[in-house]
């Protein structure tokens, strides 16, 4: 596609249940970034993938949370055991590095997660 | 480590009056920065970016953002604004020297009264 997928678009779950969210960056782009979004705060940073080297968790808020990259391309953010807290918006972005760092994200339209 | 403030939470202004939504950032070496915006129920959009060169840099729809290295500052401007711009407005900076990650001030919701 085009564009930044990802899905579900909105996920309804229930307290202390595993999730997954996915994110299909643009084809080529070796940078993944995950945010949160809760409502009415701004972009929380979570985790960036940069290529084959090891991703920056640094922004993960606990261990019940990781994410993956498969063969570089497509992203899973997990969250286990969630928490009603968990809910957010959770946005995905991409970019290329052929010119590190100078380059701007594309976003996808984000995964709605409502824990209740 | 690198971080982006945006001061006002909130901005309103005036139909057809100039607007600028304040953004500091703080970084080791030379920055890369970034507005974005965010209309309601969509993704975020890519406004303008300043990497190197004249410090006033021109974006989409009418936006522009002055880049000023003394105040560590990059205010985006529009000269007139309209009530289809209310939204909110993301401020995102890259370091240079670091490790590619980007980060986002807390953001600014502006609202243009008509």
């Known amino acids: 596609g085009a564009g930044v997928s990802q899905s579900p678009s909105n996920k309804v779950t229930e307290k202390g249940k595993d999730v997954e969210l996915r994110c299909d960056p643009i084809?080529?782009?070796?940078?993944l970034y995950w945010y949160r979004q809760s409502l009415g705060q701004g972009l929380e940073f979570l985790i960036y993938?940069?290529?084959?080297?090891?991703?920056?968790k640094s922004g993960l808020p606990s261990d019940r949370f990781s994410a993956e990259r498969t063969g570089g391309s497509v992203s899973t953010l997990t969250i286990q055991r969630t928490q009603q807290e968990d809910s957010a918006v959770y946005l995905c972005?991409?970019?290329?590095?052929?010119?590190?760092?100078?380059?701007?994200?594309?976003f996808g339209q984000g995964t709605r997660l409502t824990v209740v | 480590a690198q971080s982006v403030a945006q001061p006002e939470d909130q901005v309103n202004v005036a139909e057809g009056n100039p607007l600028t939504v304040k953004c500091t950032y703080s970084?080791?070496?030379?920055?890369?920065l970034f507005w974005y915006v965010q209309y309601p129920n969509r993704g975020l959009q890519f406004l303008l970016k300043?990497?190197?060169?004249?410090?006033l840099v021109k974006g989409s729809y009418g936006f522009e953002a002055e880049f000023n290295k003394s105040q560590t500052s990059f205010h985006l401007k529009k000269p007139s604004a309209l009530v289809s711009d209310s939204a909110l407005y993301f401020c995102?900076?890259?370091?240079?020297?670091?490790?590619?990650?980007?980060?986002f001030g807390t953001g600014t919701r502006l609202t243009v009264i008509p």
């Open positions: 995102a900076v890259r370091d240079e020297a670091g490790a590619n990650n980007l980060f």
């Open positions: 084809s080529g782009h070796t940078a």
């Open positions: 300043y990497i190197t060169g004249d410090n």
């Open positions: 970084v080791s070496g030379n920055p890369y």
């Open positions: 972005a991409s970019s290329t590095t052929n010119f590190p760092g100078r380059v701007e994200a594309f």
């Open positions: 993938f940069q290529g084959n080297s090891a991703p920056d």
